[in-house]
């Protein structure tokens, strides 16, 4: 069978650098394709080439015939009176699906992606869910491959996993740019990265993310030991070139454009070779005092929606905690208690006298009209960091900014750029706590792992909030968790505190009447107040506690039917077909039952 997509030969430049030249790519049933480079790479460019909405300056793409294709952009718009039901209704339309399936393909795709309340207006919905609603509307629509850009960007933790849990069971291709490294290491099975250091431009390695490192580590190697041989070599020939060879004889006018050719080469692998990277390095103040902010008891809730209750922890000098917790659990709530934005209900927020907070706010805008210039450097041509004066152009440098670019509209900036620059404007500010709310949106791999050692470094206190499991790992020291039940607890690292939800939410299942709504619905942030729940029988409970268990295993029986179709062993007999039919039906049939099922006890209890 053809591949479902292949491109070969792509080019494509914007102003006077290209983003990409000649670059070839295929997707082949099965694939699921991450890719990575570093911001300006041209990823997203290269997914709208795929999907034909840019065209390529040079080169062809080619998609198989009656290929259904889905996409999910960065950035997820509705209209403002859609609703979740008219969104994926005007999926299920658009994409031709036959009358006869579309009920249960809605009930099915809304189902697993935690939808409550199919009424409520798309717009209202906070960025993680409508990244959720992104999702469900591509997969509604049966697809044989999907192409996402950033799909981790706004997801929360429990988000990521049930994604990661789709892809790794789809029946469909998949090409997803991300930059999140546990996400690419659970679901890839092909590794991409585009980069001018290859010499086409890119590299493709089979594998997850782990063993992409390992090959570009033996590519790199391989090709360092080239680079110096080369080196060698051309030495060698500069000094014979240097004496000045006759070039009447024929092997000495070869050995003369051969130097030449290696040369340029030495030349060309040199220029790709040097790689630029972000200078990040946070300034701290010089304080001495070790406790720097205490919760004590404190309580805050949203109208009658309590987000958490008598929380006590203290924030010491040193300390760098990751906050973790569903979407709607109170993080960033709990970052402006902190920091003093808001007061809380019941319970104190202590803080030392004089302390020194800066915050990184994910929904904070950068005013699209000014320039980089005046966005890096507000008051004048240079700026002060750690008590010295810096040039404006140098200080953009740092953060892989060129001096043509300083008169650039920062509306023009690409989502990973904007993100540097909020991070060059935090810099500026010595701080004995940093807030940081959701940083590593948008940011490439590289730009992560400076921001991480920049991090480790930083010797005041941090209290970051991210969805990137990676960095949650290598940075915190301690993790405070949510369970978006009212409750908080504390963990040595991200593992613990997942264990510990999970048994949160399978005992907040079990309990007859609490008057907390189950996660799913509360975390949706829309306006509505849980009413009481109504108490489900002792039976009911247990079924609805292992409910979604029994969804899964009834998911990977009907992929596994699905797959028996495929077979042309099956297919070339009639019998075998017949009672394949059947068993797939019968295995669809079981998966419908299970969601109503689901869908009736949820109802019951809210």
Known sequence: MPPIISAQGLSKRYGVAP?????????????????????????????????????????????????????????????????????????????????????????????????VDLDAHATRLSGGWRKRLAIAEALVQAPDIILLDEPTNHLDLAGIQWLESVLRNAPFACVVVSHDRYFLENI???????????????????????????????????????????????????????????????????????????IDELAEMNARSRTASAEIDFSATNRKTKQLITLENVSFGVGSRTLFKNIHFSV?????????????????????????????????VRRAEGLRVVYFDQNRELDPDITLRRALAPDSDAVIYQDRVIHVASWAERFLFSSENLNQRVGRLSGGERARVLIAQLMLQPADVLLLDEPTNDLDIPTLEILEESLLEYPGALVLVTHDRFMLDR????????????????????????????????????????????????????????????KLSYNEAREFAGIEDRIHEAEELLQAKRAALEDPVVTSDRVSLHDACSQLEAAEKSVDALYARWSELEQKQT
């Open 316 to 348: 010491m000098s040193g300390m760098r905690i990751g906050l973790v917790g569903p979407n709607g659990s109170g993080k960033t709530t709990l970052l402006r208690l902190m920091r003093g934005d808001v007061k809380p209900e019941s319970g104190k």
């Open 475 to 534: 940075v915190s020291t301690v993790v405070v968790g949510l369970d978006g039940l009212a409750a908080a607890e504390r963990f040595a690292d991200y593992s613990q505190w997942e264990t510990w939800q999970r048994a949160q939410l399978a005992a907040a299942a079990s309990k007859s009447t609490d008057g907390i709504r189950r996660p799913r619905a509360s975390v949706e942030e829309t306006s509505r107040t849980a009413p009481p729940r109504k």
């Open 188 to 262: 890839a099975n092909e590794m991409a990265e585009l980069n001018r250091a290859y010499p086409d431009g890119s590299l493709r390695v089979s594998g997850n993310y782990s063993a992409f490192l390992q090959a570009k580590e033996e590519y790199l190697h391989a090709q360092k030991k080239r680079q110096e041989s080369l080196e060698n070599r051309v030495h060698t020939e500069l000094e014979w070139l240097r004496r000045g060879p006759k070039a009447r004889a024929t092997k000495a006018k070869a050995r003369i454009d051969k130097a030449h050719e290696m």
């Open 19 to 115: 983003l990409f030249q000649n670059i070839s790519f295929t997707v082949s049933e099965g694939d699921r394709i991450g890719v990575i480079g570093p911001n300006g790479s041209g990823k997203s460019t290269l997914l709208e080439m795929l999907v034909g909405r840019v065209r390529p300056d040079s080169g062809d793409v080619a998609i198989r015939k009656g290929t259904r294709l889905s996409t999910v952009a960065q950035v997820s718009e509705y209209a403002a009176d859609a609703t979740i039901r008219a969104v994926i209704e005007h999926a299920l339309e658009r994409s031709a699906v036959p009358e006869t399936e579309r009920a249960s393909r809605f009930a099915e795709t809304l189902g697993r992606a935690g939808f």
